[in-house]
């Protein structure tokens, strides 16, 4: 079983990112880093709750994505209680709660950062989840909805309420994704809790990862991932004193984006895992020569082969 206070340090963790932490790139992320934990997309507890077989098909994982967290939202205690259970029998190792997802979808139905306005639910929902299960959970949030001034509060409620882990992401509700990730108020909660705290926010390369990481048990990333799924490999090897070999150019991303799209159609079949690869294509060729004519053609691949020829033989 999963123990946050023993994990080797620094803690190095993939961020859920609705529509992107998939299997298929959980499994292309576990090929380039052996260490890092991966969590899975959220998941409604209600749809579990009530056995929707689409949110637990979004909970299938390999035996190779291990160690995996799944993370589940919504605002019933009941329903988090049952979705706990259930990604339990499964197999995960953690259960992770989010309080900071900032949608607008979301937060409008009381769900993820809109319950840090709700100290008191937030503190009934990890605590029956604690209870309910024997994997650690654990709790994703924002640093407030329009500031920071409860963050300290709130996050002493969360480890008082059972959570053995807290991530916390240095953005408001308010600002979304817009403006710089602030540290600062992350590093003041990690003084005051006994439990691990790992930041979130523009980590994109291993120098950021050093340089932020300050007291903090590890780091979390997420979208620099979806450009750069080596920059785990980077960070591990920098750790280990090896020598980065991360791609620097498209050629060398070929068999990397091919694989990945593999992965997609061994998950999901090549209509669906073509439609949804497109979106990654499109984000492995930013910054590259052409990249704009080639991300015209690259959101239009339905097949494999068609990907195989853009990338081929341009």
Known sequence: MLNWEKFPRPILALA???GYTDSAFRQLIRSFSKNVILWSEFVSADALKFDSQRSKQMLSFAKKEQPFVAQIFGKRPESFIEA??????IGAVGVDL????P????????HGSALLKNPKLASEIISAVARSVKIPTSVKMRLGISDDSGLE????MVEASGAQLLTIHG????QMYRGEADFAPIYRVKKILKIPVLGNGDIDSADKFFAQLGNLDGLMIGRAAVTNPWIFREIENRLAGKTSRTPKTLAAKIPTILRHARLMIQEKGEKRGMLEMRKFSANYVRGEPGAKILRAKLVRVEKLSELEKILTKR
Do not use: I, L, Q
Not at 84 to 89: D, I, M, N, P, T
Not at 98 to 101: A, D, S
């Open 16 to 18: 859920p990112m609705a």
């Open 84 to 89: 706990a259970k259930f990604v339990e029998s």
């Open 153 to 156: 509060s709130f996050a002493k």
């Open 171 to 174: 953005r408001t509700a308010k």
């Open 98 to 101: 989010n309080f900071g997802c």
């Open 103 to 110: 949608a607008k979808k979301v937060v409008n139905s009381d």
